[in-house]
């Protein structure tokens, strides 16, 4: 992945801090006195370059991995993954196999 500019890490951390703040994009945007099209937009750019076909399928690399505490209630925020530069948002309540078939139809495509 590309080396990201002092600009595009404080977009992703604004990102980041809307993620977990529970809030619509919309209201994230209006407390924080944000203008909702340029988050939008940076948003957008910055899953693009996260799921860039070039760097997020090299062989042989590594996704994070988060492990859970299956006995704690989860939220059910998706689960983001690129597979040959298309992204898939998934929860725990999606069907394992469908998930799967989906993946190994995208990685035949390659």
């Known amino acids: 992945m590309q080396k990201m500019t002092n600009k595009q890490r404080a977009w992703q951390k604004r990102i980041e801090d809307w993620s977990t703040s529970g809030l619509s994009q919309a209201d ?11 988050f939008y937009s940076w948003k957008n750019r910055l899953e693009r370059m996260h799921c860039n076909p070039r760097t ?12 859970v505490d299956p006995t704690v209630e989860q939220t059910a925020s998706p689960v983001v993954l690129c597979v040959n530069g298309v992204e898939i948002q998934y929860t725990r309540e999606t069907d394992e196999a469908l998930l799967l078939k989906v993946v190994s139809l995208l990685e035949a495509r390659a």
Do not use: E, H, N, T
Request: net charge positive.
């Open 56 to 67: 997020s399928s090299i062989p042989g690399s590594f996704l994070p991995v988060a492990l």
């Open 28 to 38: 994230y945007c209006r407390r924080q006195g944000l203008q909702p099209k340029r």
